[in-house]
């Protein structure tokens, strides 16, 4: 016996399930790339343009040393000596001061050829280099030179169009590694990517501490707490005020949402569903950026306040921020330095702490100029601050007033 049903009937039971609510179902925004591109003019560095660039009261900036090339990370020892990385150059360098005059009179290629080589840490006497491909360390002899390498860790993914890797050593010991995504927008097929790993000292063997992290670059465990925290950059081809860049508290097995949630849980409605999962239902799975900047600023480095002698004790538990600058929004953003004020060891608001790299420059068409790119972050034990800057090869020195 056939059962027939009316047509207005079966069309009821096809519309009348909330299918916004299933999984699976294709997103109702239609992606559209809204990619801007707009660089400002390279300025090369002459000496005077340092007093171009503006440091809070009580401080003065000047320069440690140029003609560098692309400097990146650097690593600051007691004795006042400077490890800096190149990673176009495939080299490190040692930086010395000779003269105490807060100026490096002497450079030495310590390491070459290190392709990719960005991370650099000192640790128990050791120096950990690490590129995308490869981590190391060498035993630091007494003259600054290195010893023996010992290759620690090959197990890493290929570095993508985020190769630029991290490396700290936590108040457990144990050390993290950034990996950035490989792609600007796609979901991974690694689950080891878009991630900080936490690597056991003892056996070189790592687990994915937290995941959906873009491009954490810089990071940093704070003085007080001993809590993971860094700065992660938000996805290109979204516009120019989104997705926001990210200070993140980076907590074991948190999942930060990326590429279908950026920020305080905010989905990106042109994605489809992860993998056995409703958009919605994920993001409030996510944690949540603390504090969200300006989209595009890219942020390089992130390093704490840890109660260096000479800065003042309200610094203690902040944190600096260097951003390398936009290229892909139509008002340039970037291009400085700030500070991350901390409440109760919670980033709560932004300020300006080095500025003037971006300046105006033929104003009838619009275009700015930049003469720098901030990049690395070190703070000294006697409370200097160096900056670097691989556009032009400069390391600034910020300190207190005398």
């Known amino acids: 016996m056939h059962r027939f049903f009316p047509l207005s009937l079966l069309l009821v039971l096809v519309v009348a399930g909330p299918a916004s609510a299933q999984r699976g179902v294709p997103p109702r925004h239609v992606e559209r790339s809204k990619l801007v591109s707009k660089w400002p003019q390279h300025l090369d560095f002459l000496n005077p343009m340092v007093k171009l660039l503006k440091v809070p009261d009580g401080w003065e900036i000047s320069v440690a040393a140029s003609g560098l090339g692309k400097v990146r990370m650097m690593q600051p020892m007691p004795n006042g000596d400077l490890y800096?990385?190149?990673?176009?150059?495939?080299?490190?360098?040692?930086?010395?001061?000779?003269?105490?005059?807060?100026?490096?009179?002497?450079?030495?290629?310590?390491?070459?050829?290190?392709?990719?080589?960005?991370?650099?840490?000192?640790?128990?006497?050791?120096?950990?280099?690490?590129?995308?491909?490869?981590?190391?360390?060498?035993?630091?002899?007494?003259?600054?030179?290195?010893?023996?390498?010992?290759?620690?860790?090959?197990?890493?993914?290929?570095?993508?169009?985020?190769?630029?890797?991290?490396?700290?050593?936590?108040?457990?010991?144990?050390?993290?590694?950034?990996?950035?995504?490989?792609?600007?927008?796609?979901?991974?097929?690694?689950?080891?990517?878009?991630?900080?790993?936490?690597?056991?000292?003892?056996?070189?063997?790592?687990?994915?501490?937290?995941?959906?992290?873009?491009?954490?670059?810089?990071?940093?465990?704070?003085?007080?707490?001993?809590?993971?925290?860094?700065?992660?950059?938000?996805?290109?081809?979204?516009?120019?005020?989104?997705?926001?860049?990210?200070?993140?508290?980076?907590?074991?097995?948190?999942?930060?949402?990326?590429?279908?949630?950026?920020?305080?849980q905010e989905i990106d409605k042109h994605k489809d569903d992860p993998p056995g999962e409703i958009k919605k239902v994920f993001a409030l799975q996510t944690v949540p950026s603390v504090l969200d900047l300006p989209a595009h600023m890219a942020p390089i480095d992130f390093k704490f306040f840890k109660g260096q002698a000479n800065i003042p004790s309200e610094y203690n538990g902040d944190a600096l921020v260097a951003y390398h600058g936009s290229w892909n929004r139509s008002k340039l953003v970037g291009y400085k330095v700030q500070r991350i004020r901390f409440r109760d060891g919670v980033a709560v608001a932004a300020e300006d702490f080095v500025t003037g790299f971006l300046k105006p420059a033929f104003p009838v068409f619009g275009r700015k100029a930049y003469l720098g790119r901030p990049t690395g972050l070190a703070i000294t034990e006697k409370g200097v601050i160096y900056l670097s800057d691989d556009a032009n090869g400069v390391i600034y020195a910020i300190k207190r007033k005398s």
């Not at 950990?128 to 010893?147: A, H």
């Not at 990517?193 to 000292?201: E, G, L, N, T």
């Open 84 to 264: 800096v990385t190149r990673r176009d150059g495939m080299d490190v360098l040692l930086l010395r001061d000779t003269t105490g005059d807060n100026r490096f009179d002497e450079v030495k290629t310590i390491e070459y050829p290190f392709r990719s080589v960005h991370g650099v840490l000192e640790q128990g006497g050791y120096l950990y280099l690490v590129s995308n491909y490869e981590l190391r360390r060498y035993k630091i002899n007494p003259d600054g030179m290195l010893g023996t390498m010992e290759v620690l860790k090959t197990d890493m993914p290929s570095g993508g169009q985020h190769p630029n890797r991290t490396i700290a050593f936590g108040p457990d010991g144990m050390m993290y590694m950034t990996i950035g995504t490989l792609c600007n927008d796609c979901k991974e097929v690694d689950p080891g990517v878009a991630a900080v790993w936490q690597i056991d000292p003892k056996t070189w063997k790592h687990t994915v501490f937290a995941s959906g992290l873009r491009n954490t670059i810089g990071i940093d465990f704070h003085p007080q707490t001993g809590e993971l925290w860094g700065a992660d950059n938000g996805g290109d081809g979204k516009g120019n005020r989104w997705p926001p860049e990210e200070i993140n508290r980076i907590v074991k097995d948190g999942n930060y949402g990326f590429p279908f949630v950026y920020g305080k």
